[in-house]
Protein backbone atom coordinates (compact mmCIF):
# COMPACT_ATOMS: atom_id res chain seq x y z
CA UNK A 1 0.00 0.00 0.00
CA UNK A 2 1.09 3.42 -1.22
CA UNK A 3 1.33 6.60 1.82
CA UNK A 4 0.35 9.01 0.37
CA UNK A 5 2.05 12.62 1.64
CA UNK A 6 0.03 14.24 4.39
CA UNK A 7 -0.75 17.58 3.15
CA UNK A 8 0.13 20.76 5.12
CA UNK A 9 -2.07 22.94 7.01
CA UNK A 10 -1.06 25.77 5.37
CA UNK A 11 0.34 25.60 1.82
CA UNK A 12 1.60 28.90 -0.34
CA UNK A 13 3.64 28.93 -3.26
CA UNK A 14 4.25 32.50 -5.13
CA UNK A 15 1.80 34.53 -3.41
CA UNK A 16 1.40 37.89 -4.62
CA UNK A 17 -0.48 41.00 -3.46
CA UNK A 18 0.27 44.38 -4.64
CA UNK A 19 -2.02 48.19 -4.55
CA UNK A 20 -2.00 49.84 -7.17
CA UNK A 21 1.70 50.26 -8.24
CA UNK A 22 2.90 49.13 -4.25
CA UNK A 23 3.88 45.42 -4.14
CA UNK A 24 2.99 43.88 -0.84
CA UNK A 25 3.63 40.61 -0.78
CA UNK A 26 6.21 39.43 -3.73
CA UNK A 27 6.76 35.81 -4.10
CA UNK A 28 5.68 34.24 -0.80
CA UNK A 29 6.17 30.30 0.08
CA UNK A 30 4.89 29.00 2.98
CA UNK A 31 4.36 25.29 4.68
CA UNK A 32 2.65 24.93 8.01
CA UNK A 33 2.45 21.25 9.15
CA UNK A 34 -0.52 21.02 11.22
CA UNK A 35 -0.94 21.05 14.60
CA UNK A 36 2.10 23.23 14.72
CA UNK A 37 2.55 26.46 15.74
CA UNK A 38 4.15 29.21 13.12
CA UNK A 39 5.05 32.24 13.51
CA UNK A 40 5.45 34.97 10.93
CA UNK A 41 7.65 38.12 12.32
CA UNK A 42 8.06 41.47 10.80
CA UNK A 43 8.35 45.10 11.49
CA UNK A 44 5.23 47.80 10.77
CA UNK A 45 4.39 47.58 7.20
CA UNK A 46 6.16 44.47 6.12
CA UNK A 47 2.76 42.95 5.05
CA UNK A 48 2.14 40.36 8.01
CA UNK A 49 -1.98 41.34 8.23
CA UNK A 50 -2.01 40.82 4.57
CA UNK A 51 -1.05 37.40 4.42
CA UNK A 52 -3.26 36.80 7.51
CA UNK A 53 -6.50 38.34 4.97
CA UNK A 54 -6.06 36.26 2.37
CA UNK A 55 -5.03 32.96 4.46
CA UNK A 56 -8.24 33.56 6.01
CA UNK A 57 -10.40 34.73 2.87
CA UNK A 58 -10.80 38.42 3.53
CA UNK A 59 -8.97 39.56 0.40
CA UNK A 60 -8.13 37.71 -2.43
CA UNK A 61 -4.35 37.70 -3.67
CA UNK A 62 -3.34 38.92 -6.78
CA UNK A 63 -1.06 35.98 -8.10
CA UNK A 64 -0.21 32.32 -6.55
CA UNK A 65 -1.44 29.67 -5.24
CA UNK A 66 -2.60 29.50 -1.96
CA UNK A 67 -4.25 26.23 0.41
CA UNK A 68 -5.68 26.09 3.63
CA UNK A 69 -6.95 23.04 5.24
CA UNK A 70 -7.54 20.77 1.94
CA UNK A 71 -9.00 23.94 0.30
CA UNK A 72 -8.02 26.47 -2.43
CA UNK A 73 -8.77 29.71 -0.76
CA UNK A 74 -9.87 31.31 -3.74
CA UNK A 75 -12.77 28.06 -5.26
CA UNK A 76 -13.53 26.81 -1.75
CA UNK A 77 -13.50 30.20 0.61
CA UNK A 78 -17.10 28.89 2.52
CA UNK A 79 -15.25 25.57 3.10
CA UNK A 80 -11.86 27.38 4.00
CA UNK A 81 -13.91 29.50 6.86
CA UNK A 82 -15.49 26.42 8.31
CA UNK A 83 -12.22 24.99 9.14
CA UNK A 84 -10.36 27.81 10.61
CA UNK A 85 -10.81 30.66 13.11
CA UNK A 86 -9.40 34.45 13.13
CA UNK A 87 -7.93 36.35 16.15
CA UNK A 88 -7.73 40.16 14.79
CA UNK A 89 -5.63 42.62 15.74
CA UNK A 90 -8.80 44.40 17.35
CA UNK A 91 -10.97 42.72 19.60
CA UNK A 92 -14.10 41.60 18.06
CA UNK A 93 -15.74 41.37 21.35
CA UNK A 94 -19.37 43.69 22.21
CA UNK A 95 -19.02 45.61 24.90
CA UNK A 96 -22.60 45.92 25.74
CA UNK A 97 -23.32 41.62 25.94
CA UNK A 98 -21.66 39.52 28.35
CA UNK A 99 -18.95 37.18 27.78
CA UNK A 100 -21.35 34.66 27.54
CA UNK A 101 -23.50 36.40 25.67
CA UNK A 102 -21.18 37.16 23.44
CA UNK A 103 -19.87 33.69 22.73
CA UNK A 104 -23.65 32.63 22.27
CA UNK A 105 -23.97 35.02 19.17
CA UNK A 106 -21.08 33.07 18.07
CA UNK A 107 -22.23 29.87 18.01
CA UNK A 108 -25.44 30.95 16.36
CA UNK A 109 -23.12 32.60 13.64
CA UNK A 110 -21.88 29.44 13.22
CA UNK A 111 -24.56 27.74 13.08
CA UNK A 112 -24.77 25.26 16.13
CA UNK A 113 -28.51 24.33 17.36
CA UNK A 114 -29.30 26.01 20.83
CA UNK A 115 -28.37 22.76 22.89
CA UNK A 116 -25.14 22.78 21.61
CA UNK A 117 -24.30 26.70 21.50
CA UNK A 118 -24.99 26.53 25.15
CA UNK A 119 -22.56 23.55 25.85
CA UNK A 120 -19.84 24.64 23.66
CA UNK A 121 -19.84 28.26 25.42
CA UNK A 122 -19.61 26.59 28.78
CA UNK A 123 -16.83 24.56 27.58
CA UNK A 124 -15.03 27.40 25.78
CA UNK A 125 -15.88 29.56 29.50
CA UNK A 126 -13.37 26.61 31.39
CA UNK A 127 -11.43 26.14 29.02
CA UNK A 128 -9.89 29.89 28.77
CA UNK A 129 -10.47 30.52 32.80
CA UNK A 130 -13.45 33.38 31.71
CA UNK A 131 -15.16 32.18 35.16
CA UNK A 132 -17.34 34.86 36.78
CA UNK A 133 -16.46 37.21 33.73
CA UNK A 134 -18.39 35.17 31.39
CA UNK A 135 -21.56 37.30 33.27
CA UNK A 136 -20.28 40.51 32.90
CA UNK A 137 -20.42 43.17 29.79
CA UNK A 138 -17.49 43.59 27.55
CA UNK A 139 -17.08 46.88 28.63
CA UNK A 140 -15.81 45.75 32.03
CA UNK A 141 -13.14 43.72 30.65
CA UNK A 142 -9.43 44.01 31.25
CA UNK A 143 -7.19 43.82 28.11
CA UNK A 144 -5.90 40.09 29.04
CA UNK A 145 -9.74 39.16 29.50
CA UNK A 146 -10.75 40.80 26.46
CA UNK A 147 -8.18 38.92 24.66
CA UNK A 148 -9.10 35.43 25.86
CA UNK A 149 -13.00 35.98 24.93
CA UNK A 150 -11.76 37.37 21.64
CA UNK A 151 -10.25 34.13 21.17
CA UNK A 152 -12.61 31.93 22.59
CA UNK A 153 -15.03 33.54 20.06
CA UNK A 154 -12.90 32.64 17.34
CA UNK A 155 -12.69 28.79 18.50
CA UNK A 156 -16.67 28.30 18.63
CA UNK A 157 -16.35 26.82 15.33
CA UNK A 158 -13.61 24.32 16.92
CA UNK A 159 -11.45 24.97 13.84
CA UNK A 160 -8.23 23.20 12.60
CA UNK A 161 -6.42 26.00 12.05
CA UNK A 162 -6.34 29.64 13.77
CA UNK A 163 -4.87 32.04 12.71
CA UNK A 164 -3.95 34.75 15.01
CA UNK A 165 -2.68 38.49 14.26
CA UNK A 166 -0.68 39.89 16.97
CA UNK A 167 -2.67 39.22 19.75
CA UNK A 168 -0.79 40.35 22.71
CA UNK A 169 -0.26 43.76 21.46
CA UNK A 170 -1.09 46.18 24.36
CA UNK A 171 -0.98 43.04 26.98
CA UNK A 172 0.80 43.26 30.20
CA UNK A 173 3.41 40.61 30.39
CA UNK A 174 1.55 38.52 32.88
CA UNK A 175 -1.42 38.78 30.32
CA UNK A 176 0.78 37.96 27.54
CA UNK A 177 1.86 34.95 29.33
CA UNK A 178 -1.40 33.87 30.09
CA UNK A 179 -2.31 33.65 26.49
CA UNK A 180 1.17 32.12 25.39
CA UNK A 181 -0.19 29.08 27.79
CA UNK A 182 -3.95 28.99 25.65
CA UNK A 183 -2.32 28.84 22.74
CA UNK A 184 0.47 25.92 23.68
CA UNK A 185 -2.36 24.12 24.96
CA UNK A 186 -4.45 24.77 21.45
CA UNK A 187 -1.46 23.52 19.21
CA UNK A 188 -0.66 20.38 21.59
CA UNK A 189 -4.39 19.46 21.15
CA UNK A 190 -3.40 19.12 16.88
CA UNK A 191 -4.61 22.29 16.28
CA UNK A 192 -2.91 24.45 13.72
CA UNK A 193 -1.35 28.24 14.94
CA UNK A 194 -0.76 30.99 12.69
CA UNK A 195 1.04 33.80 14.76
CA UNK A 196 1.93 37.19 13.71
CA UNK A 197 3.77 39.32 15.94
CA UNK A 198 5.68 41.75 16.33
CA UNK A 199 7.53 40.73 19.65
CA UNK A 200 10.82 38.54 19.14
CA UNK A 201 10.11 36.53 22.93
CA UNK A 202 7.11 35.57 21.51
CA UNK A 203 8.13 33.80 18.74
CA UNK A 204 11.13 32.44 20.49
CA UNK A 205 9.02 31.04 23.29
CA UNK A 206 5.94 29.76 20.98
CA UNK A 207 6.90 28.84 17.20
CA UNK A 208 8.00 25.65 16.04
CA UNK A 209 9.02 27.65 12.76
CA UNK A 210 9.58 31.22 12.36
CA UNK A 211 9.44 33.09 9.38
CA UNK A 212 10.67 37.05 8.66
CA UNK A 213 9.34 38.94 6.58
CA UNK A 214 10.81 41.76 5.27
CA UNK A 215 9.56 44.63 2.82
CA UNK A 216 7.08 41.91 1.18
CA UNK A 217 9.63 39.15 1.14
CA UNK A 218 10.47 36.57 3.05
CA UNK A 219 13.69 36.78 4.25
CA UNK A 220 14.25 33.55 6.14
CA UNK A 221 12.64 30.80 7.69
CA UNK A 222 13.39 27.79 10.18
CA UNK A 223 13.39 26.85 13.92
CA UNK A 224 14.40 29.31 16.42
CA UNK A 225 17.75 27.30 17.29
CA UNK A 226 18.34 27.19 13.28
CA UNK A 227 18.03 30.92 13.21
CA UNK A 228 19.99 31.85 15.75
CA UNK A 229 22.75 30.00 13.88
CA UNK A 230 22.69 32.08 11.52
CA UNK A 231 24.34 34.79 13.54
CA UNK A 232 27.86 33.66 14.55
CA UNK A 233 28.87 33.73 17.64
CA UNK A 234 28.00 36.59 20.55
CA UNK A 235 29.32 39.54 22.49
CA UNK A 236 30.64 40.89 25.45
CA UNK A 237 28.34 44.05 26.10
CA UNK A 238 30.51 46.71 28.23
CA UNK A 239 28.53 49.66 29.73
CA UNK A 240 30.48 52.54 30.93
CA UNK A 241 29.83 55.88 33.58
CA UNK A 242 31.00 58.45 31.15
CA UNK A 243 31.81 59.23 27.79
CA UNK A 244 35.57 59.86 28.78
CA UNK A 245 35.87 56.15 29.83
CA UNK A 246 33.91 54.97 27.33
CA UNK A 247 35.98 56.86 24.86
CA UNK A 248 38.97 55.01 26.14
CA UNK A 249 38.01 51.49 26.14
CA UNK A 250 36.72 52.18 22.52
CA UNK A 251 40.56 52.98 21.60
CA UNK A 252 41.61 49.98 23.99
CA UNK A 253 39.75 47.63 21.74
CA UNK A 254 39.49 48.95 18.91
CA UNK A 255 35.60 49.17 18.58
CA UNK A 256 33.17 51.64 17.73
CA UNK A 257 31.42 52.61 20.54
CA UNK A 258 27.49 53.29 21.35
CA UNK A 259 27.66 57.09 22.44
CA UNK A 260 23.74 57.16 22.70
CA UNK A 261 24.19 54.11 25.51
CA UNK A 262 27.70 54.69 26.76
CA UNK A 263 28.18 50.94 26.05
CA UNK A 264 30.75 48.90 24.01
CA UNK A 265 29.84 45.56 22.29
CA UNK A 266 32.37 43.29 21.74
CA UNK A 267 32.35 40.37 19.52
CA UNK A 268 33.33 36.90 21.71
CA UNK A 269 32.80 33.49 22.85
CA UNK A 270 31.59 34.24 26.38
CA UNK A 271 34.55 31.97 27.35
CA UNK A 272 36.14 32.69 30.47
CA UNK A 273 39.70 33.20 29.18
CA UNK A 274 38.28 35.56 26.30
CA UNK A 275 36.53 37.51 29.03
CA UNK A 276 39.68 37.33 31.73
CA UNK A 277 41.63 39.05 28.54
CA UNK A 278 39.24 41.25 27.35
CA UNK A 279 39.05 43.02 31.38
CA UNK A 280 42.55 42.56 31.23
CA UNK A 281 43.07 45.08 28.39
CA UNK A 282 40.62 47.48 30.13
CA UNK A 283 43.21 47.15 33.42
CA UNK A 284 45.87 47.68 31.70
CA UNK A 285 44.13 51.01 30.24
CA UNK A 286 43.14 52.22 33.21
CA UNK A 287 39.93 52.08 32.45
CA UNK A 288 36.57 51.10 35.08
CA UNK A 289 33.67 49.29 33.88
CA UNK A 290 30.34 50.30 35.11
CA UNK A 291 28.75 47.04 34.09
CA UNK A 292 29.27 44.01 31.99
CA UNK A 293 26.69 41.61 30.38
CA UNK A 294 27.15 38.48 27.98
CA UNK A 295 24.59 37.91 25.12
CA UNK A 296 24.26 35.13 22.90
CA UNK A 297 22.83 35.23 19.61
CA UNK A 298 18.92 35.77 19.69
CA UNK A 299 15.99 37.10 16.72
CA UNK A 300 16.94 40.73 17.60
CA UNK A 301 20.08 39.80 16.13
CA UNK A 302 18.88 37.21 13.64
CA UNK A 303 16.62 39.74 12.17
CA UNK A 304 19.39 42.85 12.40
CA UNK A 305 22.02 40.64 10.37
CA UNK A 306 19.25 39.64 7.88
CA UNK A 307 16.88 43.05 7.21
CA UNK A 308 19.36 45.33 8.51
CA UNK A 309 16.94 46.33 11.35
CA UNK A 310 16.97 45.70 14.91
CA UNK A 311 13.91 45.58 17.92
CA UNK A 312 13.59 47.59 20.72
CA UNK A 313 15.81 46.22 23.33
CA UNK A 314 13.71 47.14 26.15
CA UNK A 315 9.68 45.55 24.67
CA UNK A 316 11.02 43.10 21.94
CA UNK A 317 9.20 45.51 19.37
CA UNK A 318 10.53 45.07 16.13
CA UNK A 319 11.01 48.66 14.44
CA UNK A 320 12.44 50.11 11.82
CA UNK A 321 15.46 52.51 11.82
Known amino acids: MTNLPIEPAIAVTGLRRWYGRHVVLDGIDLHVPEGTIFSLL ?68 NHLGKAEGRRRTAELV ?19 TRRRLDLAMGLMGDPRVIFLDEPTTGLDPRSRRDLWRIVRDL ?14 EEADQLADRIALLDRGRLVA ?39 AELVLRVPGDGGVRSLKALLDRL ?3 SVEVDGLALRTPDLDDVF ?14 VTAR
Not at 50 to 61: E, M, P, Y
Not at 190 to 200: A, D, E, K, N
Request: hydrophobic share 40%.
Open 42 to 109: GPNGAGKTTVVQILSTLIRADAGQVRVCGHDVARAPDRVRAAIGVTGQFSAVDDYLTGEENLLLMADL
Open 283 to 285: DAA
Open 126 to 144: ERLGLGDAAKKPGALYSGG
Open 304 to 317: FAVTGQASDQTSGE
Open 187 to 200: AAGGVTIFLTTQYL
Open 221 to 259: EGTPAELKRLVPGGHVELRFADDRALTAAAAALDVVPDR
